[in-house]
T-cell receptor, first 110, second 114 residues
Framework: EDQVTQSPEALRLQEGESSSLNCSYT??????LFWYRQDPGKGPEFLFT???AGEEKEKERLKATLTKKESFLHITAPKPEDSATYLC???????????FGKGTRLHILP | DAGVIQSPRHEVTEMGQEVTLRCKPISGHNSLFWYRQTMMRGLELLIYFNNNVPIDDSGMPEDRFSAKMPNASFSTLKIQPSEPRDSAVYFC????????????FGPGTRLTVL
């Protein structure tokens, strides 16, 4: 069964303290892996799409990487405005179904 | 650009009542998605339209749920009759290139069924 597991469930960091969020996945043929950011009371906002192992993408303080079993979202020198829930989703090549993880709630303390 | 528009933003109803959620996708986008988000199950894709045609409704939980897209600028998700376990935040999203790319989400409708 295809599934996505994100860890940790919640993470508190001091401003400037770099860390990584993990997305482990099991899917029969990966078409794509997506990262979204969700602020409280709002819909998810697209960040990145990764398609193959070894691929990396960056946006400001965020960098997403992909292996055959997991993806990491690295956050460098985070600021309080980076506080949000980060969602990972995978799309299976077999049937194009999209499965979301339950997210990591990130809180950056000033 | 107004983004994806959803209404109502909040809906409180009693068990057994009919509920209709509405969505206006971004102009020019040809794909529309309905999602449900709960603490227990996270974000789940319910149904996906491409060029106003339902492509995959395997995520629709029961026959009580139905969705329509009569034209490129409007979609509805209907629950009849509603039950307390339907309480969740329902999101609509649209994209310009189908299921394989960036989706733009609306602000969601928070549904509470008493």
């Amino acid at each position: 069964e295809d599934q996505v597991t994100q860890s940790p469930e919640a993470l508190r960091l001091q401003e400037g303290e770099s860390s990584s969020l993990n997305c482990s996945y099991t899917v029969s043929g990966l078409r794509g892996l997506f990262w979204y950011r969700q602020d409280p009371g709002k819909g998810p906002e697209f960040l990145f799409t990764l398609y193959s192992a070894g691929e990396e993408k960056e946006k400001e303080r965020l960098k997403a990487t992909l292996t055959k079993k997991e993806s990491f979202l690295h956050i460098t020198a985070p600021k309080p405005e980076d506080s949000a829930t980060y969602l990972c989703a995978v799309q299976a090549r077999r049937d194009d179904k999209i499965i979301f993880g339950k997210g990591t709630r990130l809180h950056i303390l000033p | 650009d107004a983004g994806v528009i959803q209404s109502p933003r909040h809906e409180v109803t009693e068990m057994g009542q009919e509920v209709t959620l509405r969505c206006k996708p971004i102009s020019g986008h040809n794909s529309l998605f309905w999602y449900r988000q709960t603490m227990m199950r996270g974000l789940e894709l319910l149904i996906y339209f491409n060029n106003n045609v339902p492509i995959d409704d395997s995520g629709m939980p029961e026959d009580r749920f139905s969705a329509k897209m009569p034209n490129a600028s409007f979609s509805t998700l209907k629950i009849q009759p509603s039950e307390p376990r339907d309480s969740a935040v329902y999101f609509c999203a649209s994209s310009s290139t189908g299921l394989h790319s960036e989706q733009f989400f609306g602000p969601g409708t928070r549904l509470t069924v008493l």
